[in-house]
């Protein structure tokens, strides 16, 4: 009987969650499996892998096998390079103390990695936020001189209709008794100059007429005493 590591699906349709179990290779993949030794949770970022080590080291002792995704599962948790170095043991060309030493620095720096990557995320998440509620909030302020913009204009007309009204009302007379006070200063002011026209052209038609009558009375007179004193001679 071939053993096999492998994944379980288990949780709800959109976040599956997974175990990780050793059983038959003949067996359904959520079927009887022979140990469960670990989980793993991609609904977190990064995410969680929870494995019992020197169970899953044992299995890979023995022999099992293993899908793509535990493969890659092992060998993130370090498993892989662990049953690698043992084997190194088993050869002779590494000693107990070398694998210990080289896991351990092989642990600590992964460790850091996973804290980095965690610490990054972390701030991007921050990063993110603040730049949801900047957008929040400036998306909240355009709406409200939207709404400001809208009712404005109406009140504002509400309110200068009367004035308009007021002034025009108070124009009007304004302006009638302006073109009174024009008619009125105009009228005698042509009066006055057409009565000095005739009063100036009178006299003189009647200075000439007299002038015209004084010149050719004479002249008639001397023109009878002529014809009369003729037949005398």
């Not at 642990?107 to 965690?118: F, M, P, Q, R, V």
Request: no cysteine; net charge negative; glycine share 4%.
């Amino acid at each position: 009987m071939a053993t096999r590591i492998r994944l379980q699906r288990h949780g709800k349709k959109s976040k599956a969650f997974y175990h990780i179990v050793a059983a038959d290779s003949r067996a359904k993949r959520d079927g009887r499996f022979i140990e469960k030794f670990g989980t793993y949770n991609p609904n977190t970022n990064p995410a969680t892998v929870e494995l019992d080590f020197d169970r899953a080291l044992h299995w890979l002792q023995v022999g099992a096998e293993m899908s793509e995704t535990a493969r890659a599962l092992l060998s993130y948790k370090g498993v892989l390079y662990k049953n690698h170095l043992i084997n190194g043991i088993k050869k002779g060309a590494i000693t107990e103390a070398q694998v210990e030493e080289k896991f351990a620095k092989w642990l600590e720096e992964k460790e850091g990695k996973i804290t980095a990557k965690s610490s990054g995320l972390e701030k991007e998440a921050e990063k993110a936020k603040a730049a949801r509620l900047k957008a929040e909030t400036e998306s909240a302020a355009n709406k409200a001189k939207e709404i400001e913009a809208k009712n404005t204009p109406v009140e504002e007309v509400a309110e200068e209709a009367p004035v308009a009204e007021e002034a025009s009302s108070e124009d009007a007379p304004a302006a009638e008794v302006a073109t009174e006070e024009v008619v009125a200063e105009e009228a005698p002011a042509a009066e006055e100059v057409k009565e000095e026209v005739v009063a100036e052209e009178a006299p003189a038609a009647e200075e000439v007429k007299e002038e015209v009558v004084a010149e050719e009375a004479p002249a008639a007179e001397e023109t009878s005493t002529e014809e009369t004193e003729e037949p005398k001679a």
